[in-house]
């Protein structure tokens, strides 16, 4: 059995639960109003008219039918002979009260009927005389206002507790939504735009509290990028110092001297890529550039023969040393890990650039492609692991993407999604 579906935003749960409380109490207000004021109105109205039909046959014992009647017309009362057409008056809780009630409140011999003289609804009652008398008495429609006006009230009511709703939910859900869209900036270490903060006391405690949390993040992310930059001047003296006395050495092994010179190259470049990845970008301003120069000036800086396919011009504004060292990373990786023909190619897709570097080496399977993402994670290449990392993160500064597929019948594409403007 399917449960029925409930409504997942604020603005609709708080409607359904209004709604649900007003139905509630106009059942209730129904229920109340038959036991606490028409029934014991239909029966206070049926007692007077008990009376008054004492009175009336009373005084049709002692007195002439001619005199009884000219008396009840003279009180401004309708009087009849023949028993009223009947009429369906029900519809009124009152009048139908009042027929409930009617057999159980009348003397023997009288009875009520509801009917209509002129534009007037009335309730005629008959008196126990004979022959019989048939006496209207006008039945004021006031109940019947005083109802609709009260069903008019509560659906105002409902109305303006819905507005009301709205309002809240407004307040609520628009500081939530900002705060949502601003969370991974913050998560980043980025501060929070203007007006995030602005709200109801429980989402300015949140945001204040990611914001601190934001602070705490990027105070980190700072002492990180100082000790790493100090390990990185405090490593590369020495090695400049070794790089100077194996060029110094008399004689020896050309081999080894070369692969010392290339042992040295490559703990440079690690200590480049812990630096690359600590500073990550942040604090670049985004500038208008030409994605396609970026391109060809990667490209030209590789050893490496690429197939290079770019526009003329491809504009967007973003931050050039990071994607520039990006598109390093990518061509360094997949030469790397690759092998030849590698191609680079730029294009646009929708409102997005697209630059897919691709290789023929031996690629990776899907769920090895996935973990590589993550820092300090590589293949079997060597490298520090950072390479990825770097261009994903810079991919997300440019609300974009990386993308790692299998290019067939073997290699890898290396796709960088930018979205900057």
């Known amino acids: 059995m399917s449960r029925l579906p409930l409504p997942r935003s604020v603005f609709g749960q708080l409607v359904l639960v209004i709604g649900l409380v007003l139905l509630g109490a106009a059942v209730l207000a129904v229920a109340m109003g038959r036991q606490l004021a028409t029934r014991p109105a239909a029966g206070q109205l049926l007692r007077a008219m008990d009376g008054f039909a004492d009175v009336a046959e009373e005084l049709a014992r002692t007195q002439s039918r001619e005199r009884v009647v000219r008396h009840l017309r003279g009180a401004g009362l309708e009087v009849a002979d023949l028993p009223p057409p009947p009429r369906d008056l029900r519809g009124a809780p009152f009048m139908r009260e009042l027929l409930e009630q009617a057999p159980r409140q009348l003397e023997h011999g009288r009875e009520v009927r509801l009917g209509r003289v002129g534009t007037a609804n009335v309730v005629w009652l008959k008196l126990d005389t004979q022959p019989a008398l048939w006496v209207s008495f006008v039945f004021d429609q006031r109940g019947n206002r005083v109802l609709r006006f009260s069903v008019l009230m509560l659906f105002v009511g409902a109305a303006l507790v819905w507005l009301a709703a709205a309002y809240y939910a407004r307040r609520l859900v628009v500081p939530l939504r900002r705060l949502a869209q601003s969370a991974p900036a913050i998560v980043r270490g980025e501060s929070p735009p203007p007006g995030t903060l602005a709200g ?109 396919d770019t526009p003329v011009y491809a504009p967007m504004t973003g931050k050039p040393m990071a994607l520039l060292r990006a598109l390093e990373n990518l061509l360094v990786n997949a030469q790397r890990h690759g092998a030849p023909p590698y191609s680079l190619r730029l294009s646009r897709q929708d409102d997005a650039w697209r630059i897919d570097v691709a290789d023929h080496g031996p690629g990776l399977p899907v769920q090895v492609a996935e973990r590589v993402r993550q820092p300090f994670v590589h293949g079997e290449g060597g490298g520090t692991g950072l390479g990825l990392a770097i261009v994903e993160r810079v991919a997300r500064q440019h609300d974009g993407e990386l993308r790692l597929s299998p290019v067939r019948p073997h290699g890898l594409m290396a796709t960088l999604v930018l979205r900057g403007s």
């Open 200 to 308: 109801p006391r429980e989402v300015e405690e949140l945001a204040r509290a990611l914001a601190d949390s934001s602070k705490d993040v990027r105070e980190a992310a700072e002492e990180r990028t100082v000790m790493l930059a100090g390990i990185s001047h405090d490593l590369r003296t020495p090695l400049t110092r070794l790089q100077y006395a194996v060029e110094l050495l008399p004689g020896g092994d050309p081999e080894l001297r070369a692969g010392m010179h290339r042992d040295i190259a490559e703990i440079d470049a690690i200590l480049s890529q812990f630096i690359a990845y600590a500073r990550d970008g942040r604090d670049e301003a985004s500038e208008p550039l030409d994605l396609a120069v970026l391109c060809r000036n990667a490209v030209s800086a590789c050893e490496r023969e690429w197939q290079v």
